[in-house]
Every structure is written in C-alpha cells, then in structure tokens.
C-alpha cells in the first residue's frame, strides 16, 4: 500500500434540499399562516430577515456533504454541535495511508499573539524542511501502524501512533443557519463585521462549502455577505 | 368572517431528502469511508443500527412539514427541541376564526391517575355539553378579539383573550431520528417497549406525520416499529 | 376559588453556578491547560471574548429561575431551545384561575408594519374597554373550565376553552450564552446593535432575568452591554 | 522538557449544582406549579421518572469537570453534542510531552466482528513491542514538533505531526440527562439493557465521572442503574 501525500480537501454535496424559495415560505408563515406555501422568492425578504437577524427560516434548507480532510481539521469541524455527523472509525477500519503535508503556498510563520494572529509565507528552507520532516514522520507513524496490526494488535490500539495530519472521511449535515455560523468563524474574509481567524485548512474546506451554498441559494449568499458575514 | 369549528388537523409533506439508502450510506462510512457513497439499501444494515441503538446515520434524513393544529397541541409540539419551527404569529396577523371541537370519537373522560391515565369514551350528554360549550365559548372570545381590533387595540394585546383550541399552522422540520424520537412520545401503540401516554390530538398528528415517515423510509420504518418504537 | 388577575411576573431565580471566574478559567484553557483553573478574574479577558465573539466560555454558567408568566408569554419562550423547561402541565393538574390583564402603563396600539413596529399608549376608554374585556372572557371561560371538569371532562380537554392569558408555572435552565440570545431578542434597548422588538411581557420578564445575571455575573453582564448586547 | 508516558486520565469535578432534589423540585411542578418548589426528595418519584422515561426533570441537575485524556478518547468525547467544551488549543499553546501509552491490563487483541467486538489480553511480547514502539514514535513526533517550533513554524503547522495519543485538557459541563446518555454509550456493563461496545480509554474516563455522578445524585444514579442504563 502505498503513502499519499495530499494538500487538497475533498468537499463534495451528496445531497440538498436547499433553496432561497424556502427561506420565503418558511418565512412568510409568520404573516400569511398557510398561504405561505403559494408564495414566491424575493430578494428583499431575504435581506430583511438576515438584516435583522430573524434567523429560524434559514433552518429548513440542508446540505449534506461528504469531506476527506485531516483529523486536525476534524477535532475544530466537529466542535460545531447544530450539525449531524458520521465518520470514518479507526476503531472498525483500517485507515488509508493518506497524510496531509502542506503546499508551498500555505503562510507558515505567525506573528503578532494569541487571539490576533497573523500569518506569513516561510522561507524555503522552513518549507523544505517542514515538508520532509511530516512526510518522514507521517511514514514511520503509518508503518508503525502496520506493524502493530501484523502483530494481531486491534485496530483502535495501534491507531494511537498515528499523528493529526492523516485523513478521515465523514458525512457532515448541516442547515443553511449552522452553515452561515460554520462560515462566520471558519473563513477569513475582509468582509466580515467580526473577524475571525480560522486555521488555513479548515479555511480551504469551508471555501469549497461555501461555493455549493453560493450556486443553490444565491440570495441568501448575497445578503450574508452583504450583512456582515454574521450568522442571522 | 364565519367561524369555523374542526376536529381534524393539516399535515403536508412539503419537503424531503429522505432515503433508506442514505441511512446505510451514512452508516458505512465508518467501515468504508469515502467508498460508502457507491454501496446500497440493506435491510439488514438498518435493522442492526435501530437494534443497536447506533442513532447518527438516521440524522442525514430530513422531512419538512406544514401542520395546522391548535395552540395546546404546538405547545405540546414545540418541547421537541431537535427541530426547526416556523410559526404564524399573532403579533403581526389577524388569527383566523378557526377553532377545535372533539369530534365525538374522542375520549373524554380519565380514570386512573397522573402517569398512567387510561381514557374512556363521554356520555352522549357529556360530549354535546362540551362541544355546545366550546363553540360559544371560541365565537364569544373571537367576538371579543375582533371587537379589540374595532377599537384599535394591537394584535398582540387583543388575542391575548383568544382560547388554546384555535389553530395555527407552522412549518416543522425533522430529521428522522428526531422524528423517532417525537413518535415514541406521541403516539400510543401496543408495540411500544416503552409506554408513552400522548393526548389524542397530538397522537393524530404524529399519526398523519408517521404515514409519511413509513412512505418514504419503509425500512427504517419497520425496523423502529420491530425493535419497540424506541428512538435509537 | 376566586379569580386572580395580575400584570405582574414571577421570575425567582432558584438555582445557580455563574460567576465571572468561570468565564476566565474556561477560556483560558485554550492557552495555560490545566493551569487555567487556578486563574482569576479578568475583565480584560471578558472584554475580549465578547468583543470577538468567543461564545462557548460563557456556556459553563448556569442559572435556573422558576418563572409564572401566562401562556402567551411561554409560547415565545420555548421558542429558545438552548434551555430546559418543565413546565406545570394542564393534562395532570387543575389550572389556577389566574390570568394576565395589562396594566394601565402597557402601551396597547401599534403603528407602523410588521417587523418594525412601535407601540403607543391607549386611551383611557381603550383600556378600560379591554381590561373589562379580558376580565369577562377570562372569567367566562374559567368558569367553563370548572363546569366541564365537574360534569367529568378530563382535565386536557376541558382547559381547551381557556385562553392563553391564564398564568402557568415553569423551571427554565440556562446557560449565560444562551441568555445572552435570549435578552438581545426578548429585550428592547438603545444599546443593542440589532433592534428588536419584543412583545412587552416577555420584555418584562426578560428585564428580571437579567437583573439576576447582572448581579451574578457584573462583568461579563457590563461586557454584553457594552457590546451592543449580541450574543457571543 | 523531559518526556511523560501515562496510562491514567485527570478527571476532576471543578463545579456542580447537582442533587436529587432538584430532579424531584422540577417534575413536581407538572401536578403542584409553584408549590413544587418546597417539595422534598422521593426516590419513588425519581424511579417513575427514570422507568418511564421522562427525562426533563434530568436536565437541571449540571456538572463542569476539568479532564485531560489523550486526543483519540478527545475525538469520540466531542460526538456528544449536548455538552459544553473549553480545550486547550495547539494553535494557541505549545502542547506539553505528555502522551498515553497503555498500561498491562489493556486488553489489546480484538476478536469477533465490528459492531460486536471483544477484546482479549495481548501476550507479553506483543505488550512489550507495543509500548516502546508508542514511546518511540511519541519521542519522534514531539522532537519533530520542537525542532519545527525552532525553525519559526507556527504551532497549529508543526502539530500537525503529533500523534492521537497526546494529551490535552478541556472543561466539559453536561448535564445529568446528557451524562446519562454519554454513560449509557461509553460504559460497558452486564447491567445494560443495551450493550455496548466503548473503547477501554473513553470507558475508563466514563467510569471517574459515573462515581461523581453517584455521590452526588445517590437516588437518580440507583434508578439509572436499576433501569438498564439508559438515558431517559
């Protein structure tokens, strides 16, 4: 079996039931009681609601994805408790050696402190070495791992040797209310009323969520980033 | 505007991303990973997880009703916190005339005592007391209501006098182990490990909402029927 | 059994584990480990959490009130469902006759359109017309109430008749993030960022609760203030 | 910074407002309103409540422990969604050397089938390789770590080699239904109605809070025991 070495995330939407329209309906229920479901999309509902923060009609639009992405992005992912998760187990699997190292591209020195991180580009020599360092250990850790196993050690033991940076695949559920939540402090954006500082990798993977909620609820995206980025 | 009296309750399906495949799919992912996407319906997979009380693959599934109901029944509704609710306000609309009556199938009289009350059938005397009572009374308070509003008085403060039996519609969204959940409370049935003594009205609404439940997940339907209608 | 009107609340805090020692040590753990428990107070650190919207260090401080409110008021209360409710039940216990009657200071008409209302006082013929309104009808329909139950109807379906300003009885648990939504919702200020417009009695029984948070817990209730009174 | 292998976890009870009383005090206020409030405690009661699975009453009853266990028992923790969490943070802190290797009486051989797996002791030798092949790739990972935090990576870059059986500490708050819950799924007992399957590490955690539990509410922890261990 041989080693994987990624930089990328796997986000894909399996299945949806997602769209400005039930924003509307949901919505006009309040006003028009039953009446409500004949009712069409607009716009200006829509940014009436996140512009004051009625939220619960952003709850009845869902999103399932399933996401490959390191256990390290996985422990910050799943303190989102508004979602609904099943992953991967190391318990009842026998995990794929596929490690994360990062790319060239991802800043690697932070300065400034806690709380107000800033974070900027390494220097070859920091990547270079950084880089082989995690495949070396990611190696070792993984054929540690192997070894344990031949030995007839069960699965959820010899599973404690492997490092943060190996992949796990899990099916993550979550409305469209949660999801603007997940965004609001999972994406780094000059837009945003609050910053946040997200971990660069559970960045990239929120980016690629965002994109789906984007193409099926284009006016709810629209006035999120209108207002702030804030979760309604 | 005429009054209207009923004894029975709207219960549309308005939306749903609900499979029996996507509960085993959900459920493989910790065996196979990414590869539990391609993998298919078994009964047996989902009768081992209901049996097994393995809850978060029956997360994923998702049903969005419109329920008309009277107030004590979403006062009842609405202790379930594992939902997302819309409601019709009547802060900012004028309620409809619309008010429950038993119809004369409904038990009215409780023997045995708190926790465990058994419910017998009413008097002929008994029920058309009740019924003749409650329509004037309902007329007398929506009478009363729209006189407030006459006067000018705001919609939050006038339907302050308006009874518990009017209706109000809502939308309700669940998701399938929520939906277990709410049905091993709400309805009575023999099959039940567990005794649940729902009142009747509440009891017809999850009726209606478990037709659906049954249509679009048959397996996981039987299974929760087969293993006691437990939530797992 | 005499009737009872008030315009009053009850809001009786019974229990609580708040102070603003627990912010400080929760939150600190992120940087000092185990450490962060032998930590003080800081009302820098709390000012920074709140500013920067680190919510779940304020999720360790718990308070329980037992609360009298008519049922109105409970309609929009559970609509909250980061909390724990057990509420008097009108299936397993005769109703009080005590019901909710605006006072003389409750400003009864509004102006203006749904979703940003204002409210103004009444006249003095508005009021008294109302008042005497709602005393009748709650009145009449109490009496209802104890006509059924003594001709045999069960209690559940004998309180259909009542209205939803009789008064009911509640325990309601709350963490100090969760309180924060709850009073930049159900409170009214010129302090808060977001406007909203919450109906006047739960706006009153939202004023006592956070006298009691504000005595527990000064700095971080002087932090929310401070902040535009948004949940962190 | 010399290096620590440990095979035992830190579970301390920082805060709790806890007691049977309380469980008894909030269903009594379904029949008795605000005169539950001066009612005593009743193990007849609280055994009602557990067999007949009304769990409400469980939720006022909280518990803040501080505990520090290797990140794998961490992963399956943080499932529990109704719970409160503060942890230590990689991004923010450097992680101290201190990493879980198992002790002798760890069962380490899994027979059977997933889902129903038992385990089995490991021979001596496959002990012995086990544990210093654990203390071996622990002391790789965490000098790779500082070696990195040397060169000027960042902290939440350079963690990303260290391997699952790394301590961290959090502050976990849950209240006694939720408990319930997280015991009934991460205990393993004869006396469970349903069996299961928890990983050793997470069991041993679950058995030091289960005995806080016990001491604090006697009576709910009996009924609990007495009904199967499942959550009402």
Redesign the interface.
């Known amino acids: 079996m041989s080693i994987i070495f990624r930089n990328d995330f796997?986000v894909n939407l399996?299945?949806?039931?997602a769209d400005d329209l039930?924003v509307c309906?949901?919505?006009r229920?309040?006003?028009?009681?039953?009446d409500s479901?004949a009712s069409g999309e607009s716009k200006g509902l829509i940014n009436?609601l996140m512009e004051?923060?009625h939220g619960?009609?952003f709850?009845?639009e869902?999103f399932?994805w399933?996401i490959?992405a390191?256990?390290?992005v996985?422990?910050e992912f799943?303190?989102h408790?508004i979602a609904?998760?099943?992953?991967?187990?190391?318990?009842?699997?026998q995990l794929?050696p596929v490690f994360?190292v990062?790319g060239p591209e991802?800043?690697?020195?932070?300065i400034g402190k806690?709380?107000a991180?800033e974070?900027v580009p390494?220097t070859s020599y920091?990547y270079v070495?950084?880089a082989e360092?995690?495949k070396l250990?990611?190696r070792?850790?993984y054929n540690?791992y192997l070894?344990?196993l031949d030995?007839?050690?069960?699965?959820?033991?010899?599973?404690?040797?492997?490092?943060?940076?190996i992949y796990?695949?899990?099916?993550v559920?979550m409305?469209a209310r949660a999801l603007m939540n997940f965004l609001s402090l999972r994406t780094k954006s000059e837009d945003s009323t609050?910053?946040s500082f997200p971990?660069y990798e559970i960045n990239q993977v929120a980016n690629a969520m965002e994109l789906d909620f984007q193409r099926l609820m284009p006016l709810t995206h629209e006035a999120f980033v209108k207002h702030g980025r804030m979760q309604p």
Chains 1, 2, 3, 4 share one sequence.
């Open positions: 796997d399996v299945r949806s039931m039930y309906q949901t919505a229920v309040s006003t028009q009681g039953a479901y009436f004051n923060r619960s009609p709850e009845h869902i399932t399933m490959s390191p256990i390290f996985w422990r799943m303190r408790r609904s998760y099943n992953e991967e187990s190391g318990r009842y699997k794929e994360y990062p991802r800043p690697l020195v932070q806690p709380g991180y974070f390494g920091q070495n950084l360092a995690l250990s990611s070792a850790a540690l070894g344990e030995n007839g050690i069960a699965k959820e033991v010899a599973r404690m040797a492997l490092p943060v940076n796990s695949t899990a099916y559920t409305n609050f910053k971990q």
